[in-house]
């Protein structure tokens, strides 16, 4: 399996075991006639990842068959461009890098979205001509292989399984949207935030705003997902004793009259008597408590990651949240005594130091619920209105973090609903490809994964989630992103960009 992007000077060859020497590749390299300059053993490359997924405070066992497939990380990609771009530089003009790597399923699948993620990045192309390019001949398909759902045991591709296309395009999003913030935000940076703090930039929002003098400002609101804070620091005991919420000084909350303790089965049930996206979606309710068992509840392991700048308490993580991200909302989605939480959540502890908390909750596993998903649009509209009207003469830069127990499942569902509905010309295939890329590990089971997808389809299955008329507005129409936005920010890039 190899391809020749003679326009880009390089040799993509999929062959053996993916070394230099060997002899399927060197038989490609004869039967193709080419000059092979600087070489690339995808599989041996730490700035690849050696083609497998790793991450920080989990092992490769618990990814499942992610660790294998991927996808990879943005930090992953941008180290990929620049190692290609150094390749290129020093190879004549007369001949090509040589990427290899072995036949592996997952070492082929994470090449072809490297190689893509490249010409996206690099050569500003759209994914579809990307991958018009990188496609073997042999294998047009390719653009359809999935990735499976990670956290699992075993291999699951369910039918919302996330393709290449889809990470492509979604990676695609995100450069036009400029999500990368490639400026401030290398891959080596972005790892030791997520080795840190396990958190990381999913979105930015533009708002547009008018001063005292009359001159419109951009400020710039990002979207961070992070893990509950109490599982990060070295030291989660250190917190003041109140750890409980007051009845004066409690973070505001969505009523929610399941307990963490209570299980799954009870809340799914409630879900799904609200929710025709559970039932409408599956063969039956049985098959909601099959998939949360098939994935594995993703604890973390605070010795796997070796950074010296982890907080050493939630005042360091406060500190780090107000100065350095300028957050003004702190959104959790998991509740106080979830297991595996050192000493249980942080209780008001954000909220006495003056970062505004929201509490969100609902059970580990599942996607959101309809008096969820409604506070949230809610939360954030109020939030906006309130900082379009500040008349600070210059930009400014703010953050929304939104976590739940581990920054993956709950929180990314959130995060995946709020892209679609501030930005109505993306589609939500778009913000899944890209939320698996900028989070690696994220929407955790096959009910996540079809939550995510009912977001692109009719309101019969997304107002469900949102209205009590099944006959009601989606996600997009509830959500007026337009009063925030200059005409020209609001792009249609996209309808001429269709794979």
């Known amino acids: 399996m190899w391809r020749h992007v003679a326009s880009e000077r390089f040799l993509w060859i999929a062959g053996g075991t993916g070394s230099q020497g060997d002899a399927e590749i060197q038989d490609v390299i004869r039967q193709a006639n080419l000059e092979v300059g600087e070489t690339l053993c995808l599989e041996t490359l730490e700035s690849t990842s050696r083609l497998q997924l790793r991450l920080p405070f989990f092992s490769a066992k618990q990814l499942g068959r992610a660790a294998e497939y991927g996808p990879l990380g943005v930090d992953v990609v941008l180290d990929f461009c620049q190692e290609l771009n150094r390749a290129l530089k020093k190879t004549s003009a007369d001949a090509n890098v040589g990427l290899y790597c072995s036949t592996r399923d997952g070492a082929v699948l994470s090449a072809l979205l490297l190689m893509g ?13 990307a991958l018009g390019l990188i496609m073997p001949a042999d294998r047009p398909d390719a653009m359809e292989w999935k990735f499976p759902r990670p956290w699992c045991s075993k291999e699951a ?36 935030i997520a080795s840190a703090y396990d958190a990381m930039p999913i979105f930015t929002f533009k708002l ?20 509950d804070p109490v599982t990060t620091v070295v030291d989660p005991s250190r917190r003041p004793s109140n750890t409980g919420a007051s009845a004066n000084s409690s973070p505001k909350s969505v009523e929610n009259n399941s307990s963490s303790r209570k299980g799954r089965k009870s809340l799914i049930q409630k879900i799904a008597s609200q929710s025709s996206f559970f039932s409408t979606q ?14 594995t509840d993703p604890t973390k392991d605070t010795s796997l990651t070796a950074s010296a700048d982890r907080p050493v308490h939630l005042e360091d993580f406060a500190k780090w949240l107000k100065n ?56 954030v509209g109020l939030l906006l209105d309130s900082l379009k009207e500040k008349t600070i003469q210059k930009p400014c830069n703010y953050a929304v973090v939104v976590h739940c127990k581990s920054g993956l499942g709950r929180s990314m569902s959130l995060l995946c609903m709020l892209a679609v509905a501030l930005f109505p010309d993306i589609q939500a ?34 107002c469900c989630l949102l209205s009590e008329n099944k006959s009601g507005p989606s996600v997009r129409n509830l959500f007026n992103s337009e009063k925030y936005q200059s005409k020209q920010s609001q792009s249609a890039w996209l309808q001429d960009k269709s794979l």
């Open 117 to 129: 993620s490249f010409l996206i990045l690099e050569r500003n192309m759209c994914a579809g001509d």
């Open 157 to 192: 591709w369910s039918k919302d399984a996330l393709s290449l296309k889809e990470c492509l395009r979604g990676l695609e999003v995100a450069a036009a949207k400029n999500w990368l913030h490639r400026k401030s935000l290398s891959g080596s940076s972005r790892r030791n």
């Open 208 to 227: 547009v705003r008018d001063s005292m003098d009359g001159a419109p400002y951009d400020d710039n609101i990002t979207f961070w997902v992070a893990a």
């Open 282 to 295: 599956t063969n039956s309710r049985s098959s909601l408590f099959r998939a949360l068992r098939k994935s």
């Open 324 to 379: 350095d991200l300028g957050c003004v909302m702190l959104v959790r989605a998991n509740f106080e005594d979830e297991p595996n939480l050192p000493g249980g959540s942080y209780g008001d502890f954000f909220h006495e130091r003056g970062i505004r908390q929201v509490d969100l909750q609902f059970t580990d596993g599942t996607a959101p619920p309809q008096e969820v998903a409604q506070s949230l649009l809610v939360e």
């Open 429 to 462: 295939a778009d913000t899944f490809g890209w939320a698996r890329i900028a989070r690696p590990g994220a929407i955790q089971t096959a009910v996540q994964e079809r939550f995510v997808r009912s977001l692109d389809e009719e309101a019969a299955t997304t």
